[in-house]
């Protein structure tokens, strides 16, 4: 590799270091808000701990698909997802603009696989893609119903939240069940706290 590409892999690095302190709508158990670090580190984790139910998927491209899953939320940061349904358009358009600028410095062919595992992602094009679809909502699900929210907090939305890619595997509908049994709780336990 030239020295140029090594530069440029670091200012990509170095940009990318924003997704540490890019706040997402979860809160952690110490009630701070999570990062868009945190929760693609513990979506990679689920990955790790659950790639042996899916036999038919490979598992360095599920990796790879869950690591840059929200890389352009670098520059865009977060839209929570009672917000996104509030768009129209979606967020995939801005995302994938902030993705595009945030991957300049980075040699073409890092920046073409890292693209193309993106959009692999967002359109849900193989069942990697799918599979990390599935997973990324059921980790969202998990922060929320482990977190220290704040008074108020809509547990309920999660009840319908991304169910159409949680559906149509046997683990991944388990997960969900239980999931949901947990939000309701905390649901529960909440109104019951006003």
């Known amino acids: 590799m030239k020295d140029t590409d090594l530069h440029g892999i670091l200012e990509f690095l170095r940009a990318a270091e924003a997704l540490k302190t890019a706040t997402r709508s979860g809160w952690t158990t110490a009630g701070q808000p999570e990062s868009v670090a945190e929760h693609t580190w513990r979506l990679s984790l689920m990955a790790l701990v ?21 890389l352009g939320e670098a520059i865009g940061g977060d839209v929570p997802a009672p917000e996104q349904a509030l768009r129209p358009e979606g967020k995939a358009a801005d995302e994938r603009r902030d993705l595009l600028q945030l991957l300049v410095p980075l040699p073409p062919a890092q920046r073409d696989e890292i693209t193309a595992l993106w959009d692999e992602y967002e359109n849900a094009s193989t069942p990697e893609a799918r599979l990390v679809k599935g997973l990324d909502k059921l980790e969202t699900i998990l922060q929320h119903t482990q977190g220290a929210n704040p008074p108020g907090f809509d547990y309920r939305f999660n009840l319908s939240y991304g169910r159409r890619y949680t559906e149509g595997h046997p683990l991944l509908e388990a997960l969900r069940g239980i999931l949901d049994e947990e939000t309701e709780r905390r649901a529960r336990e909440g109104e019951a706290a006003r």
């Open 50 to 70: 659950l790639h042996a139910g899916f036999p038919e998927v490979d598992f360095a491209r599920l990796i790879k698909i869950c690591i840059v899953h929200d």
